[in-house]
């Protein structure tokens, strides 16, 4: 349950300022959202490629999975913002202007992972709490629980009510990406995004074209759910989507 924790009851009541020492004072609020961000792999390859953008990754800490049974979850919140903590320090150099795309960008860690924090939140329920309308330009759900049991379904991290939410949230343009080793769970999370009216597919082609071939690249390697699919040869599912301005036929 969630009654250990406490929600902001609106984006504007939460001190940005605590999460992003190095960009107290500027307004900037976060612009890309890992929601259920494990052990924080995806936002810290994504940290140094794009220096000026905040993220933030969002953990559940009560729900243990099936998947990730290793992951005791309250300690592993700990653990990622130890990482970031860690990072942060030994990693002095002063946001630098974006280099996204710059693999060296990853090798000299500009920004020195300033933009980069967590927070333990049930991304199902508390979202907006979170982020305002039309703040975030990337959401990324990766290798989500999968939640065989069809009685489970409705604990799914993409259904159609949800979907609203996360519309919401991101703006017309933004992007929301999927990916997973569980071949059901792809085909749940199409077929619900894509019949969304305010979302429509789109393809990685398109997206290494417009210059986000750095983030495609994070999606499929970078996180330990990811990297343990990779070690045991599993398969994985990637699909992606673009919030649109107007809602289309479906
Ligand atoms: N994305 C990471 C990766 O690829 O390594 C972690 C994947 S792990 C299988 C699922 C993650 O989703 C866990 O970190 C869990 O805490 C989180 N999670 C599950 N339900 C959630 C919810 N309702 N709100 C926020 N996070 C949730």
Redesign the pocket.
């Known amino acids: 349950s969630d009654h250990s924790l406490e929600y902001p009851a609106s984006p504007d009541e939460i001190d940005w300022d605590t999460h992003y020492p190095a960009f107290a004072g500027s307004g900037e609020k976060p612009e890309f959202a890992?929601?259920?961000?494990?052990?924080g792999?995806?936002l810290i390859a994504l940290a140094p490629l794009y220096p000026d953008t905040l993220m933030l990754g969002?953990?559940?800490p009560m729900?243990l999975?099936p998947?990730?049974a290793s992951?005791i979850?309250v300690q592993v919140s700990q653990y990622v913002q130890d990482r970031i903590a860690a990072l942060r320090a030994s990693s002095s150099a002063p946001p630098t202007t974006s280099t996204a795309g710059s693999l060296a960008a990853s090798a000299t860690a500009p920004g020195g992972y300033q933009n980069v924090s967590i927070v333990r939140?049930?991304?199902?329920k508390f979202l907006p709490n979170y982020f305002s309308k039309h703040s975030l330009s990337a959401l990324f759900f990766?290798?989500?629980?999968p939640h065989f049991k069809i009685r489970k379904h409705k604990a799914r991290?993409i259904s159609p009510t949800l979907l609203a939410e996360y519309a919401y949230v991101l703006r017309p343009g933004g992007v929301v990406y999927t990916i997973t080793d569980v071949k059901d769970l792809a085909e749940w999370m199409k077929a619900h995004l894509s019949a969304f009216p305010l979302f429509e597919g789109v393809d990685a082609e398109t997206l290494r074209a417009e210059g986000k071939g750095a983030i495609l690249d994070a999606v499929w390697n970078s996180?330990?759910?990811?990297k343990k699919v990779e070690r045991n040869k599993g398969e994985k599912w990637l699909a992606c989507f673009r919030r649109i301005e107007l809602p289309r036929a479906v």
Do not use: K, Q
């Open positions: 890992d929601v259920g961000c494990g052990f792999g995806l969002t953990y559940h729900l999975s998947l990730c992951e979850r939140a049930n991304a199902m990766l290798f989500p629980d991290i996180t330990e759910e990811g």
